[in-house]
């Protein structure tokens, strides 16, 4: 696995109380729309138990010319770090790593929660530059509109295959779907759900709940692909 050196160049709210942090792309790196770095700071400048590193995925897709990530402020002095460290500081970072990546040969199904959203839209950008020739259906969950991560993005995606179902449990003028996704849901909106990629990306209870349900369902295991976030 490749150790390489990047420098902040911009900081841009995405959501309420999400953030985007853009660097500086190396040469030479190679990666896959979905796979995630482990990055490390320079140092601390408050009080992290966990240390100098996290591990975040790419929301930029491979072929953009610098690196994206997004993440919600926790308030962890790693985050706090992240937040106020100056324009062109540089720090490092080890992958590109992860299998939360597009399966060309299926329809795919994406399941977001919050800031899981994160790999599906570094894919969705890729897939304007791959001969992908399945549907793809994205169900993205937030309690409100206002904390949807990249929101515009998705209502405005244009391509004939993609089909993006919003879902916000606590928003009280939002007409469309409020309800929590489990299979009934997903057997709803997905007709073929047996014959498609499901693609996994949220909370950890989140993840391991719809993969109890999806099993249980008689999905295959190996048509279901996850990914946890844990909210640091």
Not at 6 to 34: D, Q, R, S
Not at 41 to 53: A, F, H, M, S, V
Not at 103 to 131: C, H, R
Not at 203 to 221: A, D, G, H, P, Y
Request: net charge positive; proline share 4%; charged share 25%.
């Amino acid at each position: 696995m490749q150790t390489f050196k990047t420098k902040l160049a911009a900081i841009n709210e995405v959501a309420e109380k999400t953030m985007e942090f853009v660097f500086e792309k190396p040469e030479h790196i190679e990666y896959k729309a979905g796979q995630h770095v482990n990055f490390k700071l320079p140092e601390l400048y408050y009080e992290d138990k966990k240390g100098p590193r996290r591990t975040f995925t790419l929301v930029s897709s491979p072929r953009e010319s610098s690196l994206k990530i997004a993440t919600r402020l926790t308030g962890s002095g790693f985050k706090r770090t992240l937040l106020e460290m100056p324009v062109k500081t540089e720090l490092e970072f080890i992958g590109p790593m992860g299998e939360l990546v597009l399966n060309m040969q299926y329809p795919a199904v994406f399941i977001a929660g919050g800031i899981g959203i994160t790999p599906f839209k570094s894919m969705l950008t890729d897939i304007e530059n791959i001969n992908f020739n399945n549907k793809i259906m994205l169900l993205y969950t937030n309690k409100s509109i206002k904390r949807s991560v990249y929101f515009n993005y998705f209502t405005e995606y244009k391509n004939k295959k993609f089909t993006f179902i919003p879902i916000f449990t606590a928003e009280k003028s939002w007409t469309g779907e409020q309800r929590r996704i489990d299979t009934n849901l997903i057997k709803e909106y997905i007709e073929n759900v047996k014959q498609s990629i499901i693609y996994l990306c949220g909370s950890t209870q989140m993840v391991r709940q719809l993969t109890e349900e999806l099993i249980k369902e008689n999905i295959n295991q190996d048509q279901i692909r996850s990914e946890s976030f844990f909210g640091y």
